[in-house]
């Protein structure tokens, strides 16, 4: 991809951010579309994120996702934020809209929408009953989609109690949908009358691959949807235990996939080539095929 002065950009922001696969999903997704732009990774610091959107816009940079520590400290710095990320309390996407006499940079979530087409590749979410392990930023976003869905009932466990209790709070407040929430050691309790599992939490995530799963085979049935949004390893161990019952299995990656498309159709009003953009993630991952996920 030839960049030069017509060349636009966008970027992702983190700390750290070595690690993003982003960078080659997105350019995938560019070269594909045969589109001027360039995507680019900014390390960015806690203490140098209040002079981002200025330093950005300064740069005419076109729109940027954001990931780890930035998606809640970011959002004081915007001008304006879609109602739906004001509600997760949560933002990985920023658009920059160019007026003549101002600059707007609005925050979106676009990762909400990329796990319910996820899951919903895969199965019918209407009146499931749905366990959400982790109360951190992920299960926040997911468990204001799963509201959206008419779904039967949302469970959220963690080791934290008083997170879970606060996450529970906060979503049944702002939405008159009561979520439920139990501490993670009474899992087998509520496992009973689970349809979709979702793992939120970063456990077997690369480099720690080899975490223990958070259940086992032997917890599980066959009747039911396994969804881990840990991308790296495709097949986490969570994901290993629900092959051995023979459950239905949801990778991240697909969420991955789907939450940067809904970020470029922000940005540029086009469809992303979402072949391409799996095409290099899993390239990157060493992964071959997707057809058991």
């Keep these: 991809m030839a960049i030069d002065g017509n060349t636009k950009i966008f970027g992702v922001i983190g700390n750290p951010i070595e690690h993003s696969l982003s960078p080659n999903m997105h350019n995938a997704n560019l070269e594909s579309l045969g589109l001027n732009y360039v995507y680019l990774p900014f390390h960015v610091y806690e203490d140098n994120i209040e002079y981002l959107i200025d330093g950005a816009k300064a740069l005419n940079i076109q729109g940027l996702n954001v990931t780890i520590p930035h998606k809640i400290n970011v959002i004081k710095y915007l001008d304006e934020i879609d109602p739906l990320a004001e509600k997760i309390g949560a933002v990985n996407t920023i658009n920059f809209e160019y ?55 949302i469970t959220i466990l963690n080791r934290n109690l008083e997170r879970a209790l606060d996450l529970a709070g906060d979503i049944t407040s702002s939405t008159e949908y009561t979520v439920n929430f139990d501490d993670f050691e009474n899992i087998d309790t509520h496992l009973r009358d689970t349809d979709i599992i979702i793992n939120t939490t970063p456990v077997g995530m690369y480099p720690n691959i080899y975490d223990k799963p ?9 009747n039911m949807v396994v969804f881990d949004i840990v991308y790296t390893p495709l097949e986490t161990g969570l994901l290993k235990e629900a092959k051995k019952i023979g459950a239905t299995r949801v990778s991240g990656l697909k969420m991955f996939v789907y ?35």
């Design 259 to 293: 939450q940067g498309a809904e970020s470029f159709k922000i940005w540029t009003g086009k469809d992303a080539d979402i072949k391409a953009m799996e095409k290099s993630v899993m390239k990157e991952s060493g992964i071959h095929s997707l057809k058991d996920f």
């Design 214 to 222: 958070l259940i086992y085979a032997q917890q599980m049935n066959p």
């Design 99 to 153: 007026k003549s006499d101002k600059t707007i940079a609005k925050g979106y979530n676009t990762d909400v929408l990329g796990a319910m087409r996820a899951l919903k590749e895969k199965t019918d979410i209407k009146d499931k009953d749905v366990l959400v392990l982790g109360a951190g930023g992920a299960s926040r976003a997911i468990c204001y989609g799963l509201t959206e869905e008419n779904v039967n009932s």
